[in-house]
């Protein structure tokens, strides 16, 4: 039984063939109507865009799962403070905003990173931790003294329409850039402190890091408006309005037997599927590469046997803190991408569940290790997390027809919305039982 596992688990023509299945669910979805499937391709390309960027996601998770062991505990964290970077970098700026209290605001963070640097420097030199307390306490009654009175000025310009400091003007997709480096310089500050030592401690801090994002995000509405949320960011592709008052696309799109509004949502669609694609496969293609270089060998020699690494002169601390810092880039790149896919900003969405659990049971079902089996895993579930909210009521309802009226059968179809979390409960326990390594593999 193992060795014929083992055996399916090598076939070169599992990887294709399950891509092959995957993708004839989605033609499946954009032809077929029925209680399955909705037959819009509409509904179908949205799918996949947003699975799109779950695989980019989850390739940030592989690499620092999948390639040094390194769990992660608050990727939805990192997915924000990428979301973060179109707001700050292509929205208009703010009038009166940066006026207000921008110098201000700078100077502020200028003293926090100061005082920090201070911190660090009185502890290297004297080892007493009164005067690092002492820098410290200083450091944060100067960094408040700038920055509360900033924060108000700029809360207080322009409240009802805006609130917050804006954004650059520039284009989306140099924010996409921009929300790696947010991710990576927080995974980095996160690294610094809990790599090296236990790996439950790099959990635990990820954790405390990724629900404190999301509250600054809530909260802080000078930055990107808390719960009042961001609207109208721009985006690298056409408007369907625009599309829909073309008359070159409307005669484009009668020949092909759609009607204007139809159409229009398809090309959108296939605009952004087109530039999510060329970002998976270049990101897909520097990790296949580095994984097959001796610095990917090196890490995977890190992963399996931290000690026997160490004792070969590897600084396996260093190399934690390197991997780590590159997965968070990627996870920050995708939350950008996901926020110029929405047109919104809002804090409240980033849930746990659906951001950090649900990208690991794309990592563990497509295959941690193997970057493929990621994307597998990441477009597969995401596809099933959205049907399984169809699927599951009308099982259900299926299911309890015969029932006569009453409570049970009340209770059963109330509870047909959860159906979603149940399946990927049962999807995850399937492929732990009989493909504990995943889909697909890594070799």
């Not at 880039?329 to 919104?344: E, F, H, P, R």
Request: contains cysteine.
């Amino acid at each position: 039984m193992s060795s014929n596992r083992q055996a399916a688990a090598a076939s070169p023509w599992r990887a294709p063939i399950l891509f092959a299945v995957l993708a004839l669910l989605f033609v499946l979805e954009g032809t077929v109507r029925n209680g399955m499937f909705s037959g819009s391709w509409n509904t179908s390309l949205a799918i996949l865009n947003m699975g799109l960027i779950s695989a980019i996601t989850a390739l940030g998770v592989n690499m620092q799962w999948g390639y040094a062991g390194l769990f992660n505990a608050g990727v939805v964290g990192f997915l924000a403070l990428g979301g973060l970077a179109p707001v700050l970098v292509s929205l208009p700026p703010v009038e009166g905003a940066w006026a207000a209290g921008g110098p201000r605001l700078i100077l502020a963070l200028l003293v926090g990173l100061g005082t920090l640097a201070l911190a660090k420097i009185a502890y290297t030199r004297t080892g007493r931790a009164w005067t690092v307390a002492l820098v410290l306490l200083a450091g944060f009654v100067a960094y408040r003294w700038l920055f509360d009175p900033a924060v108000t000025a700029i809360e207080a310009n322009n409240s009802a329409r805006a609130g917050n400091i804006g954004g650059l003007g520039l284009p989306i997709l140099l924010s996409w850039i921009v929300g790696g480096a947010f991710a990576a310089a927080a995974a980095w500050a996160v690294g610094k402190v809990a790599l090296g030592l236990r790996s439950d401690y790099l959990a635990i801090a990820t954790l405390g890091i990724g629900e404190i994002i999301v509250a600054v995000l809530r909260n802080e509405n000078w930055l990107a408006r808390g719960v009042m949320n961001v609207t109208s960011i721009p985006r690298p592709v056409p408007y369907e309005i625009d599309l829909q008052q073309n008359p070159a696309f409307v005669d484009f799109a009668a020949s092909w037997g759609f009607d204007a509004a139809e159409a229009s949502g398809i090309w959108v669609k296939l605009c952004y599927m087109s530039l999510f694609l060329v970002v998976l496969l270049a990101i897909i293609l520097l990790a296949e590469l580095a994984l097959k270089s001796p610095w990917g060998r090196m890490m995977r020699a890190i992963r399996d046997n931290e000690t026997a690494a160490e004792a070969m002169g590897k600084d396996v601390t260093a190399r934690h803190l390197q991997i780590f810092i590159l997965g968070s880039a990627v996870i920050g790149v995708a939350g950008a991408m996901m926020i110029t896919l929405d047109g919104l900003m809002a804090p409240n969405s980033y849930n746990p569940l659906r951001y950090t659990f649900l990208i690991w049971v794309m990592v563990v079902v497509g295959g941690s290790g193997n970057n493929w089996g990621a994307v597998l895993g990441a477009v597969l579930i995401w596809f099933l997390w959205i049907k399984a909210e169809v699927w599951g009521p009308n099982l259900i309802g299926a299911l309890v027809g015969p029932l006569p009226d009453g409570d049970v059968k009340s209770h059963l179809l109330n509870s047909a919305a959860h159906m979603r979390f149940i399946a990927m409960g049962l999807v995850l326990l399937l492929v732990l039982r009989f493909a504990p390594r995943g889909l697909v593999p890594e070799r």
